[in-house]
């Protein structure tokens, strides 16, 4: 079982903090929590852990976006990849750069070995928080 953690930038600061809501409530949450302490949050930043790594051992979070690699034995091309929820299907997936899907929410649980097949290619680049250009590739996000 993956443990439920967030990410978000803190309140007038460029810093990110890594915890757990210190209370939730009906609009969303407004602060995290941690070993070090409680700040309050950019919600507009604020993003779950996925329970999945990159290929470098990275945690990946909502609003992260992934370079993946193409390799011999798998169909998909070389594309980033921006991470997102899925409200529809209740899942953490990812919305592709290639053109043709880039209105598509493609579920992590959808590939059959999906580290095998998929975050062993994969490496963090960003996110569109710190990096906003890396957005433009996903204009309906």
Not at 13 to 34: A, C, H, K, M
Not at 73 to 99: P, R
Request: with cysteine; aromatic share 12%.
């Amino acid at each position: 079982m993956r443990p439920i953690k967030f990410r978000a930038l803190m309140s007038g600061t460029d810093n990110w903090i890594i915890g757990y809501p210190r209370e939730v409530y009906e609009n969303g949450i407004d602060s995290i929590e941690n070993n070090d302490g409680c700040e309050y949050i950019r919600t507009d930043t604020l993003g779950q852990f996925t329970g999945l790594t990159d290929k470098n051992s990275r945690e990946i979070y909502e609003g992260d976006v992934l370079r993946y690699t193409k390799h011999s034995g798998y169909i998909m091309e070389n594309c980033l990849m921006l991470v997102c929820f899925d409200t529809d299907t209740a899942t953490f997936g990812y919305k592709s750069s290639i053109s043709m899907f880039s209105d598509y929410i493609f579920s992590f649980s959808n590939h059959d070995e999906l580290k095998e097949d998929v975050l062993n290619h994969c490496e963090i680049i960003g996110n569109i928080f710190n990096n906003p250009e890396l957005n433009i590739h996903y204009e309906n996000s």
